[in-house]
């Protein structure tokens, strides 16, 4: 049987590429997406090359973009065993903060962009009676003042929760991964004592994939060991 394939989204950077290089190490082939090119086209040579990895340039807020994604993986590798719907980005702790337009791009990108991946992996993840993880974060379990971010990842959670009701029986195994603090491009500063790092985050994923399939592990919830709230 041929390698097993994962998909990510927000594959560019942080949680994602660090997903990647995990589950390459694990053998699966990889189908690397978001927006920044050059960034997926270095990660897919350094996990190697066209027969291991795929890039696709692919904004999420775009259906046309993620079916095609999703079309790619199936054309190149035949099969889709893993996708995780990462992307996303945060925004400061007021309704008041930034322009009204990031609210709106971060709702496209952090929820309707994860819904579309869901959407467009579905079929393919029925067939191979695979495995759907979303990211989820500390912030969709406890309200943060002012953060439209903290609103995006509670739906998150309950998409993660309505794609599990629906595969009720399918075969496929939904997981929600919900990080405290990572320390990645996420912030504006990156600094690497109190937090986690990526490489955690994708071990999270990793044991969540690695269970027997009888055994669907819905949600991990990790904070660094320091973490308030
Ligand atoms: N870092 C944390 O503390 C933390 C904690 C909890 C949850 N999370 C969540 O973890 C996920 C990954 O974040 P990260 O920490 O790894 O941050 P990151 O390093 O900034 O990565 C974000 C990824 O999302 C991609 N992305 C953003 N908008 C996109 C769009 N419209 N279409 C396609 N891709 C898009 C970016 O790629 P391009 O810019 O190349 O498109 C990048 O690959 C996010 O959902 C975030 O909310 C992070």
Redesign the pocket.
């Known amino acids: 049987m041929s390698d097993p394939v994962f998909l990510i989204?927000?594959?560019?950077?942080?949680?994602?590429?660090a997903t990647a290089r995990a589950a390459a190490q694990a053998g699966y082939r990889l189908v690397l997406?978001?927006?920044?090119t050059d960034?997926?086209q270095a990660l897919a040579d350094e996990l190697g090359g066209p027969d291991r990895a795929l890039p696709v340039s692919?904004?999420?807020?775009e259906w046309e973009a993620q079916e095609a994604m999703v079309a790619q993986a199936l054309e190149r590798f035949g099969r889709l065993d893993v996708a995780f719907a990462?992307?996303?980005?945060?925004g400061g702790r007021s309704f008041l903060a930034g322009e009204p337009e990031q609210l709106r791009d971060m709702v496209l990108?952090?929820v309707y962009?994860a819904g579309l991946t869901v959407r467009a992996a579905l079929p393919a993840l029925r067939q191979s009676q695979g495995h759907l993880l979303l990211?989820?974060?500390?912030?969709g379990h406890r309200v943060l003042p002012g953060s439209m971010?903290s609103v995006t990842?509670w739906a998150v959670g309950a998409m993660a929760e309505a794609a599990r009701q629906e595969l009720n029986g399918s075969g496929v195994r939904v997981t929600l991964i919900?990080?405290?603090?990572?320390?990645?491009?996420?912030?504006d500063q990156q600094r690497s004592d109190g937090?986690?790092r990526?490489g955690d985050v994708a071990g999270a994923v990793l044991y969540a994939i690695s269970q027997p399939p009888h055994v669907d592990v819905n949600e991990i919830l990790l904070r660094p060991t320091a973490q308030d709230g």
């Open positions: 989204t927000g594959a560019s950077s942080g949680i994602g590429a997406a978001a927006r920044s960034k997926l692919c904004d999420v807020t990462n992307a996303g980005f945060g990108t952090n962009g990211t989820g974060s500390v912030a971010y990842k919900s990080p405290g603090q990572v320390d990645t491009p996420f912030f937090r986690l990526a």
